[in-house]
């Protein structure tokens, strides 16, 4: 009788166990156009500030402090990316967790993640771009925090066009 009660403990500790579920793969038609994404990091004269965050459930508002900003050029390449993670190229929230849409994107241009201009969220959430070029962009970053032992918040985006010497204040949110 104990070999039995063992087993089934065994067998139903097995079932429990969280299997990983695989990647899918998605295939981006559109070329990585090098030339249009290195012309549109060029100095500019605008500046892009903004600031990150998402409100919990309870009413708490939690910042993307110390996480990296990114401002990614507007090509049809990274267009592509966007609207498969975001189901939007003008703004959108991609959760954490099980809920996220998350790709094995062929091709997975390195030249794309060089291409960007970063910065880091300070304390308060804050973030700033100097020196842009005139043109479109995506801003994307990322605000989550742990509740007990899952990961909750999500990645944020938005598209933000820029000309003349402008500062524009954006608020992903």
Same mark, same amino acid.
């Given at each position: 009788?104990?070999?039995?009660?063992?087993?089934?403990?065994?067998?139903?500790?097995?079932?429990?166990?969280?299997?990983?579920?695989?990647?899918?793969?998605?295939?981006?038609?559109?070329?990585?156009?090098?030339?249009?994404?290195?012309?549109?990091?060029?100095?500019? /004269?605008? *500046?892009?500030?903004? +600031?990150?965050?998402?409100?919990?459930? #309870?009413?708490?508002?939690? !910042?993307?402090?110390?996480?990296?900003?990114?401002?990614?050029?507007?090509?049809?390449?990274?267009?592509?990316?966007?609207?498969?993670?975001?189901?939007?190229?003008?703004?959108?929230?991609?959760?954490?967790?099980?809920?996220?849409?998350?790709?094995?994107?062929?091709?997975?241009?390195?030249?794309?993640?060089?291409?960007?201009?970063?910065?880091?969220? /300070?304390? *308060?959430?804050?973030? +700033?771009?100097?020196?842009?070029?005139? #043109?479109?962009?995506?801003? !994307?970053?990322?605000?989550?925090?742990?509740?007990?032992?899952?990961?909750?918040?999500?990645?944020?985006?938005?598209?933000?066009?820029?000309?003349?010497?402008?500062?524009?204040?954006?608020?992903?949110?």
């Amino acid at each position: 009788m104990k070999k039995i009660a063992t087993l089934t403990i065994s067998l139903l500790l097995t079932a429990c166990a969280q299997v990983p579920i695989p990647i899918p793969t998605y295939i981006i038609i559109e070329p990585f156009n090098e030339k249009q994404a290195e012309n549109a990091l060029k100095k500019g /004269n605008n *500046t892009i500030k903004g +600031e990150a965050f998402l409100r919990q459930a #309870g009413g708490a508002v939690v !910042t993307c402090a110390g996480n990296e900003v990114s401002l990614t050029p507007v090509t049809a390449y990274a267009t592509e990316r966007i609207m498969a993670l975001y189901g939007s190229t003008e703004k959108g929230w991609n959760p954490v967790g099980w809920r996220a849409k998350n790709y094995n994107f062929i091709p997975n241009e390195q030249r794309y993640f060089e291409l960007m201009k970063n910065a880091i969220c /300070n304390s *308060t959430g804050h973030f +700033e771009f100097k020196d842009i070029k005139d #043109g479109s962009y995506y801003l !994307t970053t990322s605000v989550h925090w742990t509740n007990g032992q899952s990961g909750q918040g999500g990645h944020l985006m938005q598209k933000v066009s820029v000309k003349g010497g402008e500062t524009t204040e954006i608020i992903l949110h």
